[in-house]
């Protein structure tokens, strides 16, 4: 994961694209602020941080480089502020890797099907959606697995998979969010 994320930060440090400074503020902000606040989501033992929400808005509506640079500030808030806890090197280079690996590649697909003609802006947002879920998810259940010497599959189905909801729902929010600009 550390070898994909740091292609990742690579080729997202050469992309170029334009970013209204607004919108890169707000989003900052807000997925930073919204880091203290979790849900509790039925049949899943781990909460998510909402910050999450502002993050995937980040991505589909930044390019990829600033989008990072608000999922990674969030995550390094998240741990250090709000958890109060100082990370160790090996699970915030994981954090960081996985993090720059689903940021890219989720933009990509977010672009790819949203640049189709006769594809709807919710359906790009959707693909993206499971693109991140995907990619978030098993990288993570592949961590903890690896950690706790249990089957990934197992992890994932136990810990991610009623996460998926919550994944969907965040582009229809965002969807609905950029008709009312």
Known sequence: MLALGIGAMLEMATLTGKTNPISFL???????????????LPGVERTVSLSFAFSFAAITELPAGPAFFIVAAALLYESWRVAGLVP????????????????????????????????????ALGAAAVTYYALSSGASALYIAARARRAPWKVWSEEFFWMGP??????VATALASQLQ
Do not use: M, N, W
């Not at 954090?95 to 990509?108: I, K, P």
């Open 88 to 123: 160790r090197g090996p699970q915030i280079a994981f954090d960081l890797s996985q993090a720059a690996f689903s940021t890219l590649v989720t933009s990509y697909a977010f672009r790819f099907v949203d640049r189709r003609e006769g594809f709807d802006h919710l359906l």
């Open 166 to 171: 919550l994944y969907l729902l965040v582009p």
């Open 26 to 40: 707000v989003l900052l902000f807000f997925a930073c602020a919204s880091a203290s606040l979790h849900v509790r």
